[in-house]
Structure formats: C-alpha cells, structure tokens
T-cell receptor, first 113, second 115 residues
Framework: AQSVSQHNHHVILSEAASLELGCNYS??????LFWYVQYPGQHLQLLLK??????LVKGIKGFEAEFIKSKFSFNLRKPSVQWSDTAEYFC???????????FGKGNQVVVIP | KAGVTQTPRYLIKTRGQQVTLSCSPI?????VSWYQQTPGQGLQFLFE???????NKGNFPGRFSGRQFSNSRSEMNVSTLELGDSALYLC??????????????FGPGTRLTVT
C-alpha cells in the first residue's frame, strides 16, 4: 500500500524566509507525485505535479519540488515566502494509472509578516 | 470552466441516520473520487468511480457507499451514522486515460457533523 510521510507538521517563519517541506513516500512501482495547498477557508488546489521527465518541477506561486527517486522523496521549496503563503500543504502520491491518492498528514505553515 | 461542485456544503445529522452527499465533476471529467478529511486521520481515500463503475475502494466499512450516474455526477451515502463520521468529505474529478490525466481537481467539500 502507498504511504506518505510529512515531517514538521507546524512550521512558522517570517516573510522572505526560505521554505522547505519534506515528503517521503513508500510505493513499489512507478508513481505520480503531487503537492496540494489548502488556504484558509478554501479548497485543495494543486501546486505542482510530477509524472515523468525532469525531476525538478516548478509550480504556481514560485514553488518548486525535486523528485529524488533513490530517496523516495519529493520535497517542496520556495526561496522567499510571503504572508499569503500561510496555508496547509499536502504531499500526495498515486501509482501510475491509479487515481487513488495517498496523502501525507500535511504541514501547517504560518508566515509572519 | 466551472470547478467541482458539492452539495450541500454543510450538514448536521444525528447518530443512526443516513446521509447522501452529491458531487458534480468538471465538465468532461469521467473519474470521480471521494476522500474523507479529519484532523486525526488526515485525508483518506474512500472510493473512485469511472463510467458508472466503482474502480477503486479504500478501507472504509460497508456503511460508506457511492454511485456514479451517466453524466458523471456522483453521490456518496453513509448509513447508520456514527460520531466518528464527522468530517469534511471531498470530491475530486479527473479526466482519466491520458498521460497527464491523473491530476485531480477538488471541490470545496461537504462538512458533515454527526451529533
């Protein structure tokens, strides 16, 4: 079965600081990887995705993530956060050809102005 | 293009009752998945429907069921409600069938409170 681990569930940082959220997954085959964001009072939105190709993927709002197959990781980064990045971030994985998403527990990120 | 819509947005039920939640996918999307979100368990996959057939099922008891109609709209039903069923129920739709078609788009959810 697929499983996803996210650490540091609560992150507090100041504006302009850099953000890195870790994501490790467990799955025995080819995977698709995603980062979703849930802003306060809003629904889950896709930040970025990896299906194949360049392991460094860029998403919306200046976010990027790197897929490291040997480490089963898909870490999310943003060089300089803004107050508007305050949200909960979820890493998710599904097996290729399978719509069943397994989510991590999420990272609650608070950016202080 | 309109997003995924879910109705109702909020529901309050009592233990033992049953409830039906509805989801309308993005136009053209044929796959609909349901997820339960709780503070303790996070986001958990319930089931997926594609072309009116259940294609995937998560580890939930048989009280949780669903169906999909020919226009891809989906409903999920929970019978004999328990307090632990209080959660945000999310619906997600995707195109399916092509290389980048596994991206799922989520609706706003239905907040179910069981008292």
């Amino acid at each position: 079965a697929q499983s996803v681990s996210q650490h540091n569930h609560h992150v507090i940082l100041s504006e302009a600081a850099s953000l890195e959220l870790g994501c490790n997954y467990s799955y025995g085959g080819t995977v698709n990887l995603f980062w979703y964001v849930q802003y306060p009072g809003q629904h889950l939105q896709l930040l970025l995705k990896y299906f194949s190709g360049d392991p460094l993927v860029k998403g919306i709002k200046g976010f990027e993530a790197e897929f490291i197959k040997s480490k089963f990781s898909f870490n999310l980064r943003k060089p300089s956060v803004q107050w508007s990045d305050t949200a909960e971030y979820f890493c998710a994985v599904n097996g290729y050809g399978n719509n069943r998403l397994a989510f991590g527990k999420g990272n609650q990120v608070v950016v202080i102005p | 293009k309109a997003g995924v819509t879910q109705t109702p947005r909020y529901l309050i039920k009592t233990r033992g009752q049953q409830v039906t939640l509805s989801c309308s996918p993005i136009s053209g999307h044929r796959s609909v998945s349901w997820y339960q979100q709780t503070p303790g368990q996070g986001l958990q996959f319930l089931f997926e429907y594609f072309s009116e057939t259940q294609r995937n099922k998560g580890n939930f008891p048989g009280r949780f069921s669903g169906r999909q109609f020919s226009n891809s709209r989906s409903e999920m039903n929970v019978s004999t409600l328990e307090l632990g069923d209080s959660a945000l129920y999310l619906c997600a739709s995707s195109l399916d069938g092509r290389s980048d078609a596994y991206e799922q788009y989520f609706g706003p959810g239905t907040r179910l409170t069981v008292t």
